[in-house]
């Protein structure tokens, strides 16, 4: 994905930031996590010059950062809120063209979307900019008080947007959903928001019953799978399914068993051939994390609960330290560049670890009952990952990292080979819903500090599988 837009960023930043007195905005600053050289008898500065100053000194991704703090207060004014977000969210996949968005359109009815009138304005309203509620429709019950709209006033422009919809949609019901859709500017919205909105219109918050979420999910379905994508059930609530759109080449099945942690291979067998099920006879020093992954995936902080459960003396701060100690000690000695990989990912995003996916090191893919002498030299390759993240909606990241014997033979002289068989193996993987991203020792030299390719990498990997820091 693109880096955010930094200049076009600071404008609405600037905005949010510089309200109130000096003290406010030290105030707000500290809320914020936000560092700078002033203090209150330092009259030298205006408040606009101070936080001019900030947003000048911040990176990329402490403006996103700051952007998305002021986005989960839930206090911005619409149009604000969606100039913010559509910022954040440019370039994010999966994608949905135009084409698509409209045949979605004219497959859906109307009046199978519209359940419940106040259900269906107040997603509309998470979602799009329809100005703000008349103080005569009697079906609101407040008007906008956010910080933007007392200061700035409301957006008139978009004010028509809500009376036509309460006209056309609510009352006459004379628009179809494609008119609907085109009012709100969904065939031209970024690909994250026309997403966010489809999954929302089946979510039981807004048709009530589960029967209506069937019925539009398998109305969109053809459409969807047309353009490689799917409505995809991937959680529940409160008895409710949840779905989210994904890519038809992610993994439909969440991860059962995780075994990782180890260079030993784990003892394992059959223990239902029918249900495919495998138990683990001798874990031989792996870790073994077997508690349901949600569509959030597996991050740090479901990791370290999992650890405590199996550690109950350990308190918070041991058991983050522990577990980290447990799972560097997994990293090889003998690939630097591997270790210096975990240690850069904990360093760069220290502060935002817990919600972030777990870096899980030496994860086990595939396993032989047999040995390396029955099967021959090069049989258990590949049977391990260096790397491996579950995030979000069943996306599984593979990283590698690849040192002279990923391209050279015993002699150390290059095989084209060794080389081929590496390439096989990603293949597979990909086949197989993982993405792949490899790295090349040169590329993790041992110095201290993260590098900016890492950070760069890890700031787009994020973005384009739908990883919020």
Do not use: C
């Not at 408040?47 to 991704?61: G, T, Y």
């Not at 991937?234 to 075994?259: A, L, W």
């Not at 260079?263 to 249900?275: A, Y």
């Not at 591997?338 to 850069?344: A, T």
Request: aromatic residues 8%; without cysteine; hydrophobic residues 40%.
């Amino acid at each position: 994905m693109p880096q955010v837009d930094v200049t076009v960023l600071r404008g609405p930043l600037y905005t949010l930031l510089n309200t109130g007195t000096h003290e406010d905005i030290t105030k707000r600053f500290a809320t914020l996590g936000l560092s700078e050289h002033w203090s209150e008898t330092d009259h030298r500065q205006s408040k606009a010059q101070r936080v001019e100053s900030v947003l000048a000194a911040a990176p990329a991704e402490e403006l996103r950062r700051i952007a998305e703090s002021f986005v989960a207060t839930g206090a911005l004014d619409a149009m604000v809120r969606n100039e913010i977000q559509d910022l954040l969210w440019a370039g994010q996949e999966p994608k949905i063209r135009e084409r698509t968005r409209r045949t979605l359109a004219s497959a859906l009815d109307i009046d199978a979307l519209v359940v419940d009138i106040d259900r269906f304005e107040a997603m509309l309203d998470r979602w799009w900019v329809l100005g703000t509620p008349s103080p005569f429709e009697g079906i609101f019950n407040s008007s906008d008080t956010s910080t933007f709209a007392q200061i700035f006033g409301p957006g008139s422009g978009a004010d028509r947007l809500r009376k036509d919809i309460h006209q056309h949609v609510f009352r006459n019901r004379d628009w179809s959903t494609a008119q609907l859709f085109d009012k709100l500017g969904a065939f031209e919205a970024v690909d994250r928001r026309f997403l966010g909105f489809i999954e929302e219109l089946v979510s039981h918050r807004v048709v009530i019953e589960e029967t209506n979420q069937q019925r539009i999910v398998a109305a969109m379905t053809p459409v969807l799978r047309e353009a490689g994508l799917e409505l995809r059930e991937t959680d529940d609530d409160n008895g409710y399914p949840e779905f989210r759109i994904v890519s038809t080449s992610v993994p439909k099945t969440r991860p059962k068993t995780v075994i990782f942690g180890s260079e030993h291979k784990p003892d394992l067998r059959v223990s239902d051939t029918v249900d495919s099920e495998i138990e683990i006879v001798d874990a031989r020093g792996s870790l073994v994390y077997d508690d349901p992954i949600g569509p959030a995936g597996l991050r740090w902080q479901d990791l370290q609960a999992w650890w405590q459960r199996h550690h109950p003396e350990l308190d918070d701060d041991a058991a983050k330290k522990t577990l980290f100690n447990r799972l560097k000690y997994a990293v090889p000695d003998g690939s630097p560049p591997q270790r210096r990989l975990f240690e850069l990912y904990h360093d760069i995003y220290r502060e935002q670890i817990p919600s972030l996916p777990a870096l899980l090191p030496e994860v086990w893919l595939h396993w032989d009952h047999k040995t390396v002498r029955e099967r021959g030299a090069g049989a258990l390759l590949g049977q391990r990952m260096d790397f491996l993240l579950l995030a979000p909606n069943h996306h599984r990241i593979v990283l590698e990292v690849d040192g002279v014997t990923h391209y050279t033979d015993t002699a150390g002289k290059p095989s084209p080979s060794r080389y081929a068989r590496n390439t096989a193996l990603d293949r597979d993987l990909q086949l197989r819903g993982y993405t792949v991203y490899r790295f090349g020792g040169a590329e993790l030299p041992d110095h201290s500090g993260p590098t900016p390719m890492l950070t760069q990498f890890f700031r787009r990997m994020f973005a384009k599988h739908g990883i919020a820091t």
